[in-house]
């Protein structure tokens, strides 16, 4: 049994995991640092709506890249964007920089990971979106009350917007899989 290593940028973030999640290890860190983890290499990099939000995703997949051994595993469930269209307006700057799929190939390549699969998930996402809205409408009350009316309009709006941009195809939704090169 292998050691699983969790990292996000943001404190309040991790200390939420460490109380949630005891088990796991949970590092603040950015994802360009992961030379600073002074482990073995890792056998799987599991990434989870969060590419999109790395302001140099280049740079990430070396970073990653480096941080596992040869033949190790990179599994990147994300937003995708078909190429040479602008992102939706109404979700603003928070929606980050979705994979471009005409590109991540060669990116790909660049940081030495041979992409095996690119799984279109976008069908899933829109799901998972609609759930959540569905959710938050049944808990409304609990969240108006812990946050304030304008952050529910502001949350429903938003997720609302990136539901309705999955479900047009001005988003999608992927699973990349690839495999470290030697």
């Known amino acids: 049994m292998g050691t699983v290593v969790a990292i996000d940028v943001d404190g309040a973030s991790i200390e939420y995991a460490r109380q949630r999640y005891p088990g796991v290890e949970f590092v603040q860190l950015d994802v360009l640092a992961l030379d600073r983890l002074n482990g073995e290499p890792f ?3 599991y990434l989870f709506n969060s590419f999109y939000a790395f302001p ?5 997949l070396r970073a990653i890249r480096m941080a596992c051994k040869a033949g190790g595993r990179l599994l990147i469930y994300d937003y995708t964007q078909p190429a040479g269209t602008e992102l939706p307006r109404a979700l ?6 979705p994979i471009v799929l005409e590109h991540i190939g060669a990116w790909m390549t660049e940081a030495a990971w041979n992409l095996v699969a690119v799984d279109d998930w976008s069908e899933r996402y829109v799901a998972a979106y609609a759930d959540l809205l569905r959710r938050f409408e049944r808990n409304r009350s609990a969240i108006v009350a812990m946050h304030g009316a304008d952050w529910y309009e502001f949350v429903t709006g938003w997720y609302g917007a990136l539901r309705e941009a999955l479900a047009t ?5 992927t699973v990349l899989t690839a ?4």
Request: charged fraction near 15%; proline fraction near 0%.
């Open 169 to 173: 195809g001005a988003l999608g939704g």
């Open 92 to 97: 603003g700057a928070e929606i980050g920089a």
């Open 179 to 182: 495999v470290a090169t030697a």
């Open 43 to 45: 056998d799987l990099a």
């Open 56 to 60: 140099d995703q280049r740079a990430a």
